[in-house]
């Protein structure tokens, strides 16, 4: 494990700005409209999302950019390069996905849209003046600074496979690169909550990583999952048998297993919790609807960033997988990428991936 050295950092050439929750696009001020807004959107996540008609289309959208990447040098701040793309180089090959500023952008609008979904919460677990907090998987950070200012007198580490967090956090905010599938070298009984999110992508083996979490929590102490389940689904029977993006869905999901990463892991996570010793163990399910069908505005822009975090990432999604994996040409990835971008565009599918959070503790006498 290496901690980030601040001074390294401040010479990199790829800093973003500090946020906090006022500026973050995803903490929403609490007037009654938005509250309200918050209700109807956690009625309609938790059970059907009301389709717009055809004229009530608002037209979000959306574009891509790509930059440049950058190189820095020293061990575990390399990075590798492949097909265009950056990747890690710590660890190297251990994620099949890239780290450059593209994707660093598509995780922010990710952590974006679950936060307008969650209506502001940045954890559902019931934490009580936490003070010493781990992000397992942080990415860009963008989850671990807005923890930081949110619980000021808490301590918030965030681990990753990649230097790419920013250099301007606040004062209780740090980062270290580490692999979360290693031994744990922190202090046993040491956090009091664990988080992580999106990792399904990532990991090979939860019982261990879960084993570790448990045994360096304090006793009382919380961990919450949140993962994104990647199978589409359809209420109102819009959505085809030969649906392209459920297609796409499951290559990357065979492409992985090749790899040892189950992608639809997240399936077991409240059980996974159990097994690992964790009670009072919650599970909430959410709709993401994919797309800008829904009639609720707030459901539209949850749709519209859920799709351009595919649409705007399809190319790094897929080309670990579909290439290291399955063989798949890039130019191959490319052709097929072309329909699965006209699939994603087609609004008269009214489709939405299932969100898992799931949050346990460990027992107050373990
Ligand atoms: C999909 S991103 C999720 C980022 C962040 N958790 C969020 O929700 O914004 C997955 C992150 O996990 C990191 N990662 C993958 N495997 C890891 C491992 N074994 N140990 C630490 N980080 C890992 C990747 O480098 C990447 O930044």
Not at 88 to 99: S, V
Request: glycine residues 6%; aromatic residues 10%; contains cysteine.
């Amino acid at each position: 494990m290496a901690e980030i050295d601040p001074v390294q950092k401040a010479e990199e050439p790829q800093q973003r700005s500090p946020r906090s929750p006022t500026e973050s696009p995803t903490a929403p001020a609490q007037s009654t409209f938005q509250q309200t807004q918050a209700d109807i959107v956690a009625h309609q996540a938790q059970t059907t999302i009301e389709a717009a008609h055809d004229s009530e289309d608002a037209g979000y959208e959306t574009d891509a950019e790509s930059r440049a990447s950058t190189s820095i040098s020293s061990s575990v701040r390399d990075f590798a390069f492949e097909n265009g793309r950056r990747y890690h180089k710590f660890r190297e090959g251990t994620y099949q996905f890239p780290n450059d500023e593209s994707e660093q952008e598509r995780e922010d609008m990710k952590h974006a849209m679950v936060v307008n979904l969650c209506g502001g919460k940045l954890h559902y677990a019931p934490l009580e003046n936490p003070q010493n907090i781990i992000d397992v998987g942080t990415g860009t950070g963008i989850w671990a600074i807005d923890m930081g200012d949110e619980y000021p007198s808490a301590q918030v580490l965030g681990i990753d496979l990649s230097p790419i967090q920013p250099a301007w956090v606040p004062p209780n905010v740090r980062f270290m690169v580490d692999d979360a599938e290693s031994r744990w070298l922190h202090p046993l009984d040491s956090f009091d909550f664990i988080h992580i999110r999106h990792m399904n992508s990532s990991i090979k083996k939860w019982p261990k990583l879960l084993t570790e979490a448990y045994d360096h929590i304090q006793p009382g102490g919380w961990i919450e999952l949140q993962e994104l389940e990647f199978v589409t689904l359809c209420d109102d029977g819009t959505m085809k048998d030969d649906y392209t993006v459920y297609r796409f869905l499951t290559l990357i999901k065979e492409g992985l297993a090749v790899f040892g990463v189950d992608l639809l892991a997240m399936r077991r996570n409240a059980e996974l919790l159990r097994d690992a010793g964790f009670v009072n163990v919650e599970e909430k399910v959410f709709k993401i609807p994919l797309g800008i069908w829904p009639r609720n505005k707030t459901m539209k822009l949850i749709g519209l960033y859920l799709r351009s975090v595919i649409y705007d990432g399809l190319q790094g999604i897929a080309l670990g997988p579909f290439t290291r994996a399955l063989k798949w040409t890039p130019e191959e990835v490319e052709l097929f990428l072309v329909d699965v971008r006209k699939s994603l565009m087609d609004a008269s599918t009214h489709s939405y991936l299932p969100f898992h959070v799931v949050y346990g503790q460990k027992p107050l006498n373990a």
